[in-house]
C-alpha cells in the first residue's frame, strides 16, 4: 500500500512566521505535489515536483516555496504566513508511468490567526 | 494551458436515481482522465482512470474527444456514493490538474 503522510493533521500559525509542512511517501515516486484545498474551489496546485531538487510552478505558487532534497520528501514552504493562507493542504505522489494516477496525504489544516 | 472544469458544485439525488457528474477539459496533447472521490473524514483517493474503462463501484466514465468530456455515471445511486469528486487530468509532464469538486448527495 502507498503512503503518503503529512507531517501534522492540524496546525495554528500566527501572522507573519515562517512555516513547515513536510510530506513524506514511500513508493519510491517521481512526483510529488502540493495542494490547497478550499470550499468552492476544489484543488488548486500550488507546485509540482518531477525529480529531486526540480519543481514547477503551478497555478497559486505566490507566497509558497518547495523543496525537494530527498526523492521521498517534499516540504511546502510559507515564507510568511498570512491569513489568507487558512486552508486545507493537500500532498500528493505519483510514479511517472502513464495511467496509475496520484496517492495522497491526510491533509494539513493551517489556520492562521 | 490544461484547464478541467466541474460546471456543478452540488448534485442532489434520490436513492436509485442514475447520476451524471459533468467534467470538461481543455488540453492541446493526448490527456489522461481521472475520477477522484473524497468520503467524509477521509483522504482523495482515486476512484477511475479513463486508461483503464472500468466500473468501479457501479461508476464508469468515458472519455468523449470530440466533446472534451468525462462524464461520471451511475444508473442508481446509492445513499454511500455520498461524497465528494474531483475530476483531474494528467499531462505529458505528469502535472496533475483537478476541477472544483461536485458534492453528491444521495438521499433517502
Known amino acids: 500500500d502507498v503512503k503518503v503522510t503529512q507531517s501534522s493533521r492540524y496546525l495554528v500559525k500566527r501572522t507573519g512566521e515562517k512555516v513547515f509542512l513536510e510530506c513524506v511517501q514511500d513508493?519510491?515516486?517521481?512526483?510529488m505535489f502540493w495542494y490547497r484545498q478550499d470550499p468552492g474551489l476544489g484543488l488548486r496546485l500550488i507546485y509540482f515536483?518531477?525529480?529531486?531538487?526540480?519543481?514547477e510552478k503551478g497555478d497559486i505558487p505566490e507566497g509558497y516555496s518547495v523543496s525537494r532534497e530527498k526523492k521521498e520528501r517534499f516540504s511546502l514552504i510559507l515564507e510568511s504566513a498570512s491569513t489568507n493562507q487558512t486552508s486545507m493542504y493537500l500532498c500528493?505522489?505519483?510514479?511517472?508511468?502513464?495511467?496509475?494516477?496520484?496517492?495522497f496525504g491526510q491533509g494539513t489544516r493551517l489556520t492562521v490567526v | 494551458a490544461q484547464r478541467v472544469t466541474q460546471p456543478e458544485k452540488l448534485l442532489s439525488v434520490f436513492k436509485g436515481a442514475p447520476v451524471e457528474l459533468k467534467c470538461n477539459y481543455s488540453?492541446?496533447?493526448?490527456?489522461?482522465l481521472f475520477w477522484y472521490v473524497q468520503y467524509s473524514r477521509q483522504r482523495l483517493q482515486l476512484l477511475l482512470r479513463?486508461?483503464s474503462r472500468e466500473s468501479i463501484k457501479g461508476f464508469t466514465a468515458d472519455l468523449n474527444k470530440g466533446e472534451t468530456s468525462f462524464h461520471l455515471k451511475k444508473p442508481f445511486a446509492q445513499e454511500e456514493d455520498s461524497a465528494m469528486y474531483y475530476c483531474?487530468?494528467?499531462?505529458?509532464?505528469?502535472?496533475?490538474?483537478f476541477g472544483g469538486g461536485t458534492r453528491l448527495m444521495v438521499k433517502p
Open positions: 488540453y492541446s496533447g493526448s490527456p489522461e
Open positions: 500528493a505522489s505519483s510514479s511517472t508511468g502513464r495511467g496509475f494516477g496520484a496517492f
Open positions: 515536483s518531477y525529480d529531486v531538487k526540480m519543481k
Open positions: 513508493m519510491d515516486h517521481e512526483n
Open positions: 479513463h486508461i
Open positions: 483531474a487530468l494528467n499531462n505529458a509532464g505528469n502535472m496533475l490538474t
